[in-house]
Nanobody
Framework: QRQLVESGGGLVQAGGSLRLSCAAS????????MGWFRQVPGKEREFVAA????????YYTDSVKGRFTISKDDAENTVYLQMNSLKPEDTAVYHC???????????????WGQGTQVIVSS
């Protein structure tokens, strides 16, 4: 059984940085695209970033381009989201997911993590 477990969330001041990690366990996720999403209570889940299965292509939503970087370490079965220049509007629960590159950008995934809370104070 495959599982995704996020960590690294927390409280940070605006302008600060956080690095989220998503550890994959169970059967390997090699070949899967991996992505990060975020959700605020009362709002729809939002795509944030994705990386292709071979790590050659990355995708970002416009609001995080130039501030967030997605990467993955296949040897460690871990995907990361480096978040810099954080803004209060980045406050959300961040989830990682695995699936196809096209599916992730359409909010469709085969596997989801439980999420980690990020709070950015002004």
């Amino acid at each position: 059984q495959r599982q995704l477990v996020e960590s690294g969330g927390g409280l940070v001041q605006a302008g600060g940085s956080l690095r989220l990690s998503c550890a994959a366990s169970g059967r390997p996720f090699s070949g899967y695209a991996m992505g990060w999403f975020r959700q605020v209570p009362g709002k729809e889940r939002e795509f944030v970033a994705a990386i292709s299965g071979d790590s050659t292509i990355t995708y970002y939503t416009d609001s995080v381009k130039g501030r967030f970087t997605i990467s993955k370490d296949d040897a460690e079965n871990t995907v990361y989201l480096q978040m810099n220049s954080l803004k209060p509007e980045d406050t959300a629960v961040y989830h990682c997911a695995a699936g196809s590159s096209e599916g992730l950008r359409s909010l469709e995934a085969l596997y989801w993590g439980q999420g980690t809370q990020v709070i950015v104070s002004s």
